[in-house]
């Protein structure tokens, strides 16, 4: 069988496998291809995060909120819902307008509607 060129090949390794092989290599317990043996992992791979070649960043967009301010806003959705006076969407979204404005943050979103569902 022909390999097919331009498609990705499904993972076959853990990402927790992947920082084994790269911190071996960086501790220099292991070389780049006993590492790939050893974990399973492609030697591209390896050498690519060894070399700094891959940035661990996670994929798409930034998150509009920090953590800390989502996790209060579930809260007190939560505690809304709990109370008989669950949040409507319109309602929750003047919250992430109100969040935005005091904290003088720019936003991608349109500061009048709010961001979307």
């Given at each position: 069988m022909w390999p097919t060129i331009g498609v990705a090949?499904?993972?076959?390794?853990t990402t927790e496998e992947l920082k084994y092989a790269?911190?071996?290599v960086k501790q220099k317990r292991l070389t780049i291809t006993q590492a790939y043996r050893e974990f399973k992992v492609p030697r591209k791979t390896v050498e690519d995060h060894?070399?700094?070649?891959?940035?661990?960043?996670a994929p798409g967009r930034s998150p509009i909120l920090t953590t800390n301010e989502e996790s209060s806003m579930v809260n007190y959705m939560k505690y809304s819902a709990q109370q008989g006076f669950p949040l409507t969407r319109k309602i929750a979204r003047q919250y992430v307008i109100t969040i935005m404005k005091q904290n003088g943050r720019q936003s991608?979103?349109?500061?009048?509607?709010?961001?979307s569902d």
């Open positions: 090949m499904p993972k076959r390794y790269v911190s071996s060894v070399k700094g070649k891959v940035q661990e960043k991608l979103f349109n500061m009048n509607k709010g961001p």
